[in-house]
């Protein structure tokens, strides 16, 4: 639709960079931690119904939670450029960590 075009028109910047002006590519962090932008080939970022989450979309998703926040799944995502992001297709969560960002002046003191 109008709108998924509208967006990848105003994300793209210079040809092969999104919008911040990174490479929209995998990015090796100092820790070791990979970083996927946009790789500007779909609009597909994030799903959430009562079944799963997941993140990425086009023909599978980047990462994807069941219900149960026990068994999960990865594949090659064309929303981010990314690989498997687990040794596996298919994982069990061992471990899960949620960050959440606030604006500062909409929190409640």
Do not use: R
């Not at 609009?43 to 086009?58: K, R, T």
């Not at 998703?61 to 594949?75: Q, R």
């Amino acid at each position: 639709g109008g709108e998924a075009e509208g967006a990848e028109d105003e994300a793209e910047g210079a040809e092969g960079e999104a919008a911040d002006g990174l490479e929209a590519e995998s990015v090796e962090g100092d820790l070791g931690l990979e970083a996927y932008h946009w790789a500007l080939k779909d609009p597909f970022f994030l799903f959430s119904d009562m079944e799963c989450l997941a993140m990425g979309g086009g023909s599978s998703f980047a990462i994807y939670l069941e219900k149960d926040l026990l068994h999960g799944m990865s594949e090659p995502c064309s929303t981010f450029g990314s690989e498997t992001l687990s040794s596996t297709d298919n994982f069990i969560i061992s471990n899960l960590e949620c960050w959440v960002f606030d604006d500062p002046s909409e929190v409640e003191k």
